[in-house]
């Protein structure tokens, strides 16, 4: 099923853009100062309790000189609000209900969709619920007083919204992982795309992609889709020879960025090369999940040291990113194969979990008990208010703390390592945001 929608709807400057990345818990949509700018539609997900969605920012209704609302802003904005199943409607809570405001909401009220009216700007709790009262004139419902900027009230105005969702089904289609294959030419991709669908059942082989050579393979095992992303970039080379130096790092990007979980293929006679270590370092900036593949392990002398010794080479040169697992296999004999597949389920899994707040602080508390956040020459120390996750996919904690700048790197990776190590997030990478009072 896909997620149902969520369009924020207002005119210029009420504080659109900043209420949406702080439901997706990402600041990465341009807030523009400027009104009347306009902005390609932008769906980004978003949760609220166990419920996901996609926020949809109509762009801003844009008004001439005399605040009419356009007839082509209106089709834009009608058809955003088509395929959505909730609006909410954002007015300036500081500036009071204006013409435009009036003028957006008799027009939502001819609209077949709820609309969720949210006071923006409504820092002061108190001074809030007045400025809100004055929208009941919208004739929208409840007004809920918000701050975009703070995030209060985001609690009360999202349950208002997700009450309109429809109920997510158990039986969701078949869960489908987007899985690429990365790794240095020669290093066994081809060997293993061509073992997985030997021994799994694959479905479509292969589909293409989102762009015209972009190729991609399903396969399925145990009620689990793997997507396999992007296998033309893999098969390719079998036909052209680009010579041992040439491999299409950006290709290897590209599926980075478009998948769930990487498996990125070591070749074990070559142990981490530099290469590898790069295409290591996108998968962590990407935030994307990982399963280490050292392939060929049936080409290695063993004794009984081996392993311990290839362990311990692994450490040192991934020593940044101990929480991807690793699985020793041989694409010629089939020898653990299956288990690529499972380990990569479960980083995907982790890579979507979500931690309840209470849960965080529990740890953080304990942590805190432990250790105290530092002091500066100044004599003051380092408060950690409260943690909360505020987005999956990487799991991404924001920590509100009194100021950021009292916690050195330390102390830092002290909190880190508490919160890997009660929270675990196997195989996945997790992003820590320090957030100061504002
Ligand atoms: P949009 O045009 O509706 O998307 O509005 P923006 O999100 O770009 O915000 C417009 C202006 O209002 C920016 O200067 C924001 O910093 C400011 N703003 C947004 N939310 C709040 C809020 O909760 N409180 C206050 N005081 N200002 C806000
Ligand atoms: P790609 O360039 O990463 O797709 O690598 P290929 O799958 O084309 O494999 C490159 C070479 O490594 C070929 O000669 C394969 O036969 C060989 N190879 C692949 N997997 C294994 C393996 O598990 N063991 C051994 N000994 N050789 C392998």
Redesign the pocket.
């Known amino acids: 099923m896909p997620r149902p929608i969520v369009a ?1 709807i ?12 702080r439901l997706a818990g990402r600041k990465e ?1 341009i ?3 400027e ?1 009347g ?1 306009t ?1 390609d539609r932008t769906y980004k997900q978003a949760f609220w309790c166990d419920r996901e969605f996609q926020v949809v ?1 109509t762009g ?1 209704l844009v008004f001439d000189d005399d605040s009419e609302f356009l007839p082509e802003i209106r089709e834009q904005a009608r058809l955003a609000l088509g395929e959505a199943q909730v609006a909410i409607l ?1 007015v ?1 809570g ?1 500036m009071g209900p204006t013409a435009a405001d009036r003028e957006i909401a008799d027009w939502l009220r001819q609209q077949p969709v709820p609309v969720v009216l949210a006071v ?4 002061s709790l108190d001074q809030g619920l007045i400025q809100a009262a004055e929208f009941w004139e919208l004739g929208i419902g409840d007004p809920f007083p ?5 995030g209060s009230g985001m609690g009360d105005l999202l349950d208002a919204v997700i009450a309109y969702l429809p109920e997510t089904s158990e039986e969701d289609e078949i869960e489908e992982i987007k899985v690429a294959i990365v790794g240095r030419p020669n290093v066994g991709k081809s060997s293993l795309l061509n073992a997985f669908v030997g021994e799994n059942r694959a479905i479509v082989s292969p589909i293409s992609g989102t762009t015209r050579d972009t190729i991609d393979t399903l396969v399925e095992r145990d009620g689990v889709r793997y997507r396999l992303i992007d296998t033309a970039g893999i098969r390719k080379k079998k036909h052209v020879d680009y010579g041992a130096e040439f491999f299409s790092i950006n290709r290897a990007f590209k599926a980075i960025r478009r998948s769930d979980v990487v498996l990125l293929v070591l070749d074990a006679l070559d142990g981490v090369t530099e290469q590898d270590q790069k295409l290591m370092g996108r998968i962590v900036e990407e935030g994307r999940a990982c399963v280490l593949v050292i392939n060929k392990w049936d080409a290695i002398d063993k004794d009984s040291h081996t392993i311990y010794d290839y362990d311990q080479h692994i450490d040192s040169r991934f020593y940044y990113v101990s929480w991807a697992q690793r699985v020793y296999v041989s694409a010629h004999t089939g020898q653990r194969l299956q288990n690529i597949l499972d380990l990569a389920n479960i980083a995907n899994a982790e890579h979507k979990r979500r931690v309840s707040t209470s849960v965080i602080n529990e740890v953080l508390e304990d942590a805190i008990s432990w250790k105290s956040p530092p002091t500066n020459r100044q004599g003051r120390q380092g408060k950690i208010y409260y943690g909360t996750q505020v987005r999956s996919q990487p799991p991404t904690i924001t920590l509100f703390v009194n100021d950021p700048k009292r916690f050195n790197d330390n102390y830092r990776r002290y909190i880190e390592r508490q919160l890997r190590e009660q929270l675990g997030f196997t195989g996945t990478p997790m992003r820590l945001i320090w957030r100061g009072k504002k």
């Not at 918000?146 to 703070?150: A, E, Q, T």
């Open positions: 924020i207002g005119r210029p400057n009420v504080g659109k853009s900043t209420i949406v990345n949509a807030v523009h100062d009104p700018i902005r920012d801003g954002v300036d500081q923006n700007k409504c820092e918000v701050s975009g900027i703070h």
